[in-house]
T-cell receptor
């Protein structure tokens, strides 16, 4: 069966410090991968998605970036955190079929980031 | 007008009640509809998935889609305290091409009281 891992689970970082959040998926190959941020009262905001190694699409202009160095690894980074970067960061995956795709996305446990 | 509207609640019901959770949407291109359950401080968990108008049942849960009215519902029968969570609706165009995105409602917070 497929599992998705995220770490760290919680993080407290000062403003201006760098960030690296990691997500890995097990039990599937060539998944679509997603980074979301969930802020109180604002719902789920899609930040980045990737359909393959090195292929990253950004949804929201901001000081965050994403990378996919391996098929099942997705990393969210920042060089300098802002207070507004605080939130619950969720990684998700979905199955990618050639010529069609399934829409169901499966989420990881999340990382709660507090920028102080 | 937002693409997906969902009443944020909170909704509080007694144990054993039937719960109705709803979302409306404006984009007639949406073809696939999902419901997620999210416990506090956890990631969302996929509950139900459907792509046709009508009802789909899974245990105590029934997902209903009315594409003509652009309205989807999730019914929970015999609600339990363990059902207390935030419920998110999600939908997509499902073009099979470059559109991989889900559009989410903001979620409804449900509390089932013992």
């Amino acid at each position: 069966s497929q599992t998705i891992h995220q770490w760290p689970a919680t993080l407290v970082q000062p403003v201006g410090s760098p960030l690296s959040l990691e997500c890995t998926v097990e039990g599937t190959s060539n998944p679509n991968l997603y980074w979301y941020r969930q802020a109180a009262g604002r719902g789920l905001q899609l930040l980045f998605y990737s359909v393959g190694i090195g292929q990253i699409s950004s949804e929201v202009p901001q000081n965050l970036s994403a990378s996919r160095p391996q098929d099942r690894q997705f990393i969210l980074s920042s060089k300098k955190l802002l207070l507004s970067d605080s939130g619950f960061y969720l990684c998700a995956w979905s199955v990618q079929f050639q010529d069609s795709f399934t829409d169901e996305q499966y989420f990881g446990p999340g990382t709660r980031l507090t920028v102080t | 007008q937002k693409e997906v509207e969902q009443d944020p609640g909170p909704l509080s019901v007694p144990e054993g009640a039937i719960v109705s959770l709803n979302c409306t949407y404006s984009n007639s291109a949406f073809q696939y509809f999902m419901w997620y359950r999210q416990y506090s401080r956890k990631g969302p968990e996929l509950l139900m998935y459907t792509y046709s108008s009508g009802n789909k049942e899974d245990g105590r849960f029934t997902a209903q889609v009315d594409k003509s009215s652009k309205y989807i519902s999730l019914f929970i029968r015999d609600s339990q305290p363990s059902d207390s969570a935030t419920y998110l609706c999600a939908m997509s165009v499902g073009s099979g091409g470059s559109n991989y995105k889900l559009t989410f409602g903001k979620g409804t917070l449900l509390t089932v009281n013992p």
